[in-house]
T-cell receptor, first 112, second 115 residues
Framework: LAKTTQPISMDSYEGQEVNITCSHN???????ITWYQQFPSQGPRFIIQ???TKVTNEVASLFIPADRKSSTLSLPRVSLSDTAVYYC?????????????FGGGTRVLVKP | NAGVTQTPKFRILKIGQSMTLQCAQD?????MYWYRQDPGMGLKLIYY???????DKGEVPNGYNVSRSTTEDFPLRLELAAPSQTSVYFC??????????????FGPGTRLTVT
């Protein structure tokens, strides 16, 4: 499983855009990039997943450059309720068990 | 759908005691997982199952056992509890034949303290 590196923490203010970059230098051809969000005392929640270029859904965008060695999760116009830990994961397509490896995550604090 | 449910929410064990953490899902997912999360850390995979009757070890299986007799249930057994097993335990499920291969649905967690 590819190892990921992301910042330990980030601070932001309400209404700003938050960008979290994750490095995954040894990503394999079959690996997808997935981001999860975790609030205190809750289980993680899936945010977005991508393979290459850009993916957008109702809560976030995911930017993946051509070499796929990094990815950036973009949270537009954050609110206080976006304060959480965000995990970047890579997982192989159709790997047995679809196992995910969680790193330490990025602790995002949104201030008023 | 209730999604993924876990019981109990909290438990305090004495060293050497045993217990079973219950996990159930009503989404007809084939894959189920058990993770533990220590304070300030990411989740670590303990065991997983790709279907009824099939289980396999994850990253940190020592001190735990699992079984999967039905699609819905995936209990985690702790034998001879140790302080190192103090953690929050999360159960999750996923359906790789569904629309999103890697979306795992997590339960609310069980906070276990071993003293």
């Amino acid at each position: 499983l590819a190892k990921t590196t992301q910042p330990i923490s980030m601070d932001s203010y309400e209404g700003q855009e938050v960008n979290i970059t994750c490095s995954h230098n040894n990503i394999a051809t079959n690996d997808y990039i997935t981001w999860y969000q975790q609030f205190p005392s809750q289980g993680p929640r899936f945010i977005i997943q991508g393979y290459k270029t850009k993916v957008t859904n109702e809560v976030a965008s995911l930017f993946i450059p051509a070499d796929r060695k990094s990815s950036t999760l973009s949270l537009p116009r954050v609110s206080l309720s976006d304060t959480a830990v965000y995990y970047c994961l890579v997982a192989a397509l159709k790997a047995a068990g679809n196992k995910l490896t969680f790193g330490g995550g990025t602790r995002v604090l949104v201030k008023p | 759908n209730a999604g993924v449910t876990q019981t109990p929410k909290f438990r305090i064990l004495k060293i050497g005691q045993s217990m079973t953490l219950q996990c159930a899902q009503d989404m007809n997912h084939n894959y189920m997982y058990w993770y533990r999360q220590d304070p300030g850390m990411g989740l670590k995979l303990i065991y997983y199952s790709v279907g009824a009757g099939i289980t396999d070890k994850g990253e940190v299986p020592n001190g735990y056992n699992v079984s999967r007799s039905t699609t819905e249930d995936f209990p985690l057994r702790l034998e001879l509890a140790a302080p190192s097993q103090t953690s929050v335990y999360f159960c999750a499920s996923s359906n790789p034949r569904g629309g999103n291969t890697y979306e795992q649905y997590f339960g609310p967690g069980t906070r276990l303290t071993v003293t």
